[in-house]
T-cell receptor, first 112, second 110 residues
Framework: ETGVTQTPRHLVMGMTNKKSLKCEQH?????MYWYKQSAKKPLELMFV???????ENNSVPSRFSPECPNSSHLFLHLHTLQPEDSALYLC???????????FGDGTRLSIL | EDKVVQSPLSLVVHEGDTVTLNCSYE??????LLWYKQEKKAPTFLFML????IEKKSGRLSSILDKKELFSILNITATQTGDSAVYLC??????????FGTGTSLTVIP
């Protein structure tokens, strides 16, 4: 139990589907992050929220849309994804932005 | 161009061996370097280094940073099978941008 819970664990979707990934942290942290981890590539930071405000958006395509309704929950809304978007999507949180992060187990996403 | 480069990419050792993992980086405004261990899914935090020459130690693991030569090493002594994992190095740049390396995959054989 890492204190950061991600659902679903696995997701298979078609390119025209709309789905959402959910992340919940039980650590009382104020910053939350989305990362993409593809095979043989470094973790890529996608979005950062600090105190529910988006503070970082690393040129992520608009087919990925984050939402942070409160400091404990983070969503990643997906629509019209491409096969190259298949990857492990990791959520993380930290006490404050920039501190060591606690990661969830990730959602393994496969785009057909 | 990769800002964080880890070596070796993979390593296979026997229990009891000592290993050294390397992380070199190139960022404009360095703030900190972090090491994580990723066994199956969630990376878990090991060390955060901000100052050169000060060794951080946790049990059989230790790490040190050289800000002049822009690298860090992670040492594991008396390795055990439970140390088998991918070890990730990340560098934080001022402005809270994080860059990760591709990791070193360590396999410890009984």
């Amino acid at each position: 139990e890492t204190g950061v819970t991600q659902t679903p664990r696995h997701l298979v979707m078609g390119m025209t589907n709309k789905k959402s990934l959910k992340c919940e942290q039980h650590l009382g942290h104020n910053a939350m992050y989305w990362y993409k981890q593809s095979a043989k590539k470094p973790l890529e930071l996608m979005f950062v929220y600090s105190l529910e405000e988006r503070v970082e958006n690393n040129s992520v395509p608009s087919r990925f849309s984050p939402e942070c309704p409160n400091s404990s929950h983070l969503f990643l809304h997906l629509h019209t994804l491409q096969p190259e978007d298949s990857a492990l999507y990791l959520c993380a949180s930290s006490q404050v932005w920039g501190q060591p992060q606690h990661f969830g187990d990730g959602t393994r996403l496969s785009i057909l | 161009e990769d800002k964080v480069v880890q070596s070796p990419l993979s390593l296979v050792v026997h229990e009891g061996d000592t290993v050294t993992l390397n992380c070199s980086y190139e960022v404009t405004n360095f703030r900190s370097l972090l090491w994580y261990k990723q066994e199956k899914k969630a990376p878990t935090f090991l060390f955060m280094l901000t100052s050169s020459g000060i060794e951080k130690k946790s049990g059989r693991l230790s790490s040190i940073l050289d800000k002049k030569e822009l690298f860090s090493i992670l040492n594991i002594t008396a390795t055990q099978t439970g140390d088998s994992a991918v070890y990730l190095c990340a560098v934080e740049e001022t402005g809270n941008q994080f860059y990760f390396g591709t990791g070193t995959s360590l396999t410890v054989i009984p």
